[in-house]
């Protein structure tokens, strides 16, 4: 399993990002994806995440309506659209397939003025 998070980076409040994960190494078309971030100091904590076809997705309170997870099964890839950004949302964000225990490098997104 191999997960290759990008698209992180320095965003001012209010402003929008789109990370990227990029999988290979297992059949993806067939796996729930889900997101998770992990703060400085802090557990990780889990974010959204989105069923086999798409047809599903859920998310954690704090980042619920911000925050729209998708994935393109014939590019490999799950995406998460965040808006709306608050301070609060830095962190390093981590794609995850819910079956497997394996974790990409992570992407880190800061949120400053």
């Known amino acids: 399993v191999q997960l290759v998070e990008s698209g992180g980076g320095l965003v001012q409040p209010g402003g929008s990002l789109r990370l990227s994960c990029a999988a290979s190494?297992?059949?993806?078309?067939?796996?729930?994806m889900r997101w998770y971030r992990q703060a400085p100091g802090k557990e990780r904590e889990w974010v959204a995440g989105i069923s086999i076809f798409g047809g599903s997705e859920t998310y954690a309170d704090s980042v619920k309506g911000r925050f729209t997870i998708s994935r393109d099964n014939a590019k490999k890839t799950v995406y998460l659209q965040m808006n709306m950004l608050k301070p609060e949302d830095t962190a390093v964000y981590y794609c995850?397939?819910?079956?497997?225990?394996?974790w990409g490098q992570g992407t880190q997104v800061t949120v400053s003025s």
């Open positions: 190494g297992f059949t993806f078309s067939i796996s729930e």
């Open positions: 995850k397939v819910a079956r497997f225990d394996s």
